[in-house]
């Protein structure tokens, strides 16, 4: 009847990211989210008080919880009660936010998540051993996940490193830059992504084909996140985007966009190759300039034809899996990830 909502839609509520999900699986979802912040702050509680400061200084500034999500999303395709769910979630997000203390060393940041950097508030020596002391406790949660588990989180962040080594030398000469791109985005992004699924699909018990195919697919949209963030950099205002755009352009780092400029050959495109190739760092004249003619590059075109094609593969494999509210939350993801490039 006109007017009246679907027995579903009745049923549905607004999830993280805007979704549009089972309102039975957002609640437990808040619920267990609830517990893992309580033993994400248990876990960086220590005897040391500086070490105390420093390791609660990210987590109480926030953040998503994006991969934490994912474990608890994916353990709906077993038991989301299990025991080792809540704690895996843990373990990705301790490991994401270690990874984030060494990044504002590497790159010098002065601000992370609205606050000060803990590089800049205290010294990169602090923030350096305070990232190893957030992975040492990871490993300590994962210790009682059992010995598949700490290879599988060993595995990812060897990935890891070795995604941070390929971005700091760059291609080889003989190498698509590309190519190159894409595979530092799936190593340094998109793995701790794929095992935050396949985490919460294996620890709750869930077939392992399912388990397989939550792990792939969640790698692609690790991959397809990071593709939107490198169009939203260039193609959004600080508002959408919570970053200043042409972040990225300004600090010389290559994102998809401008890789595709770069494998052209159009003479048409010499100005703004020309500028790619400069230090736009501190002439805000240069940074314009070369901003403007990549907005007006079909460079973007390109990049959201990539970033569908990512979300699309992730949705062809989640097809697959039970018709289950969490397989809508998870495709809705894939939908997510490609609306909010507009």
Known sequence: MRGTASPRAL????????LHVDAELAADAKRRLGAVEALLLDSVQGEDPLLTEASKHLVVAGGKRFRPMLVLLASHFGDPAAAGVVPAAVVVELTHLG????DDVMDEATVRRGQESANSRWTNTVAILTGDYLFARASDLLADLGPEAVRIQARAF???VRGQIQETVGPAEDADPLKHYLQVVADKTASLIAVSGQFGALLSGAPASVVDTITSA?????????????ILDIDSDAEQSGKTPGTDLREGIRTLPVHHVLAGTDAK???????LGQD??????????????LRAHPALDLARADLRRWAEDARTELLT????PARSAFTGLCDYVVSRTG
């Open 11 to 18: 049923r549905e509520e607004t999830g993280p990211f805007g």
């Open 99 to 102: 990874t984030l203390y060494h």
């Open 158 to 160: 060897a990935r890891l």
């Open 218 to 230: 969640c790698e692609k949209i690790g991959i397809a996140f990071q593709l939107s963030d490198d």
């Open 269 to 275: 495109d010499a100005r703004l190759r020309e500028l």
């Open 280 to 293: 736009l760092s501190e002439d805000d004249a240069l940074h314009a300039e070369a901003l403007a003619l």
């Open 321 to 324: 899996l039970p018709d289950i």
